[in-house]
């Protein structure tokens, strides 16, 4: 029998989840594994911060190792990158932070927001709770930092694309579940598009992903891109029109 693309996730999960100490995307709490080239915040040596290159509006990718693009040879092959390439070809003059930082909470994502929505920044992505999934982290401090991370942009006049995660299935079904729902009502209180869960059709499937079966290949990177831009196509389009 073929298992079902959320078992598949929930299997990768549970690999994750079993080498959570070592895998690069969880770190230790209260640190960070070495963060994107130019999108880290102050601290961590940018070689060269968002605010100082050109004005343009810009799509912020606020996320973790899966944002950063851990383990691939450059950062350009990671989804944020991709997602530029495709708003260039649209006709669309955005430019996209690659604002991830492997090991990060949606708590750590919260402490770095306003460096990350320094300049014309239009859209934020948020693609945050995998590592307070893997950690166990209660799913209402989950929520409430997802929460502030929308409204704060919000407040500012960015428009907001939340992407889902699902929890590794070793801390039971009842926080599988509640983790799960964080999203969804993050979404529906602060009305912001959802993608359930942005790994859907990467996750769980063994040439999408490298070595250690956690982290996107190239190709699943831009499958990633694939089910993001469906959405923030309209988005951006709106914008402009």
């Not at 992407?163 to 799960?180: H, I, K, Q, S, V």
């Not at 869960?197 to 990467?202: H, I, K, R, S, T």
Request: net charge neutral.
């Amino acid at each position: 029998m073929k298992m079902t693309s959320a078992r598949r996730a929930a299997g990768v999960l549970f690999v994750l989840a079993a080498c959570a100490a070592a895998a690069a995307c969880s770190g230790s709490p209260g640190e960070s594994s070495a963060p994107a080239e130019a999108a880290s915040p102050p601290g961590g040596s940018p070689a060269t911060p968002p605010a100082a290159k050109a004005e343009r509006p810009r799509v912020v990718c606020l996320g973790d190792s899966l944002t950063a693009g851990l383990g691939l040879a450059t950062t350009d092959q990671a989804y944020p990158a991709l997602l530029e390439g495709r708003l260039t070809a649209a006709g669309f003059d955005y430019q996209v932070i690659n604002a991830g930082v492997s090991g990060d909470t949606s708590a750590g994502g919260l402490r770095r927001l306003d460096w990350s929505l320094q300049g014309d920044v239009r859209v934020l992505i948020v693609a945050l709770g995998a590592n307070d999934g893997l950690r166990g982290l209660p799913p209402s401090e989950l929520q409430s930092n997802l929460d502030t991370i929308a409204s704060t942009a919000q407040k500012r006049h960015v428009r907001v694309l939340l992407l889902g995660m699902e929890a590794p299935p070793n801390f039971g079904a009842a926080y599988t579940r509640d983790f799960r729902a964080v999203y969804r009502r993050v979404a529906a209180d602060r009305q912001v598009p959802l993608i359930p869960f942005f790994l859907q059709g990467v996750a769980g499937i063994g040439k999408l992903n490298q070595a250690d079966g956690i982290h996107p290949t190239e190709e699943g990177q831009r499958r990633i891109a694939d089910t993001i831009w469906r959405d923030l196509e309209p988005i951006v389009r709106s914008q402009t029109s």
